[in-house]
């Protein structure tokens, strides 16, 4: 039996995955790392920590699996996209924390951006559109504020990498400084058609290409080995990456046409494969590369976006201190037969695909003395559902492809509640896979093919196996009022924040 170990570096946990040749899920790990906030709009994670956190994660699925390193054929990465690590090209060691995807601190650099690049422009160089949550703002902020940082990326010491650049360092030593096409994509400096750096938006930033990582494909190449002194003791080839997004669409074996997914995690990903040939939306939803295999053609994707999903129900847990854990949010939830017409709009950090607003601020709207906890805590999971039935819609519309059912994964998919209101508000049925993380198969798959694990992709759909099925059950009438009561709420969130003012 061979076997692929998987890194999932997310925005608020670490898993490490060992999946078996049948594509079986054999052991798991994860820990979770703090979330740091240091200003409104704000959010940073400490990469230290999160290596530290990758070496135990690794450890620990190893025992679990009574497996040691030398038993692995690859390894592959996966991990949270546009969140930049900037650190040292000779040791790996962190320069700053991490600023993370959700961050709006770049907004004020883009508007001056905007005089000299206009939006056109960007989007028909990189498939994205004006926003503090890609990378290229966070990188000019650190440059601009962070002495530090700034000395070294003039001495040509400093990387500006996003985390899966970071750990293929730390993993092997500094000897492979890479990023894959998938998150040089979410950069806003990398050009969509030749899947390279691009000249005009390095020169317009003013961020040079020698403090960057090289782009490679995100299978098919052997990046680098992993230094015997780290976390598996021995020399295993990394060979697969893929931001998790990405990652989940591979590891849902969407490798055709008019595949969609979407992934309910700390955000909510809609994406949609539209083949080899770019794609541009009308409706605010992103052009982005699937995957790229070596050799082969880019295969981009249409994306639609969501920041706060199940971090909602983090919140809930945390900071308000509703519930203790999200099964019981889903018990309350399910306690009711509907919202008790309470609204959650998460516009935490803006509203991302299809609004783009970066001034909107989130609202809980319709209370009444009749709304109990366990309405508030349905409007929760009814906030996720009702974002991503947004994105369903504009995405039929500019793929020109009706959607006749819906892949889901990753944790928020474990919510009974949840899935059957998805269901019954996108009126399509909705899918569950047996294994639910494919973030982690995805990026388990791109390494094990390189490794030759698996001979080709098409070999991958036969692992690809349903388990459950929710079929809509509401009718047009009562959806049509919900989406319109949704509407009504967004609506209260925009213009919350003036142009430039802190919140």
């Not at 135990?56 to 390193?69: E, M, N, T, Y």
């Not at 907004?107 to 949550?133: H, I, N």
């Not at 994509?185 to 990398?190: A, F, G, I, K, V």
């Amino acid at each position: 039996m061979r076997y692929v170990g998987a890194i999932d570096q997310g925005t608020t946990s670490t898993r490490f995955m060992i999946f078996d040749e049948t594509g079986s899920a054999v052991s798991s790990a994860q820990v979770e790392h703090r979330q740091i906030y240091p200003r409104p709009g704000w959010v940073e994670h400490n990469a230290e920590e999160i290596w530290e956190n990758t070496c135990r994660v690794i450890r620990d699925a190893l025992d679990k699996a009574g497996l040691s390193g030398q038993d692995l054929s690859a390894i592959g990465i996966t991990n949270q996209r546009e969140t930049v690590v900037p650190f040292d090209r000779a040791t790996g060691r962190p320069l700053h924390n991490a600023i993370v995807w959700q961050d709006l601190r770049g907004e004020a650099y883009l508007r001056e951006l905007r005089t000299d690049l206009p939006q056109d422009v960007l989007k028909e160089k990189t498939g994205l559109l004006y926003s503090p949550y890609f990378s290229a703002s966070k990188i000019r902020w650190l440059l601009d504020n962070v002495p530090r940082v700034r000395s070294a990326a003039a001495m040509g010491e400093a990387v500006f990498g996003t985390i899966d650049s970071y750990l293929v360092a730390r993993l092997t030593g500094c000897r492979a400084i890479v990023t894959d096409v998938t998150n040089a994509s979410r950069y806003m400096l990398m050009n969509i058609r030749t899947g390279e750096w691009d000249s005009g938006l390095l020169s317009v930033t003013e961020i040079n290409a020698e403090n960057l990582p090289r782009i490679v494909s995100s299978s098919g190449l052997i990046y680098g080995y992993t230094d015997p002194s780290g976390p598996l003791g021995a020399e295993i080839p990394v060979a697969g990456i893929l931001g998790d997004q990405q990652a989940a669409l591979f590891g849902q074996a969407c490798f055709s046409r008019g595949e969609s997914k979407c992934t309910y995690g700390t955000g909510c990903f809609l994406l949609t494969n539209v083949g080899d040939e770019v794609c541009f939306s009308d409706h605010g939803l992103l052009t982005t590369a699937a995957y790229r295999i070596e050799g082969g053609r880019m295969n981009y994707a249409l994306e639609g976006s969501i920041a706060v999903a199940g971090s909602l129900v983090q919140w809930v847990r945390d900071q308000l201190g509703m519930v203790s854990n999200p099964k019981e949010l889903d018990a309350l939830a399910a306690s009711v037969p509907d919202n008790g017409g309470v609204y959650i709009v998460p516009a935490f950090s803006g509203l991302f695909a299809p609004y783009w607003r970066s001034d909107a601020r989130g609202v809980i709207a319709g209370l009444t003395g009749y709304a109990t906890r366990a309405h508030i805590c349905r409007a929760v999971l009814e906030a996720t559902a009702f974002q991503a039935n947004d994105i369903f819609h504009v995405m039929e519309m500019d793929s020109g492809i009706a959607v006749k059912s819906l892949k889901v994964d990753g944790g928020m998919t474990n919510s009974i509640p949840l899935m059957a209101f998805q269901a019954d508000i996108m009126n399509v049925p909705v899918i569950r896979p047996q294994i639910v993380e494919t973030t982690c198969l995805g990026a388990c798959y791109a390494a094990g093919l390189t490794a030759g694990v698996w001979e080709s992709m098409e070999s991958l759909r036969g692992y690809w196996k349903e388990q459950m099925r929710w079929l809509p059950t509401m009718d047009d009438k009562e959806r049509e009022n919900k989406v319109g009561f949704w509407k009504k709420a967004v609506s209260r969130t925009l213009g919350w924040m003036e142009t430039g003012e802190e919140s």
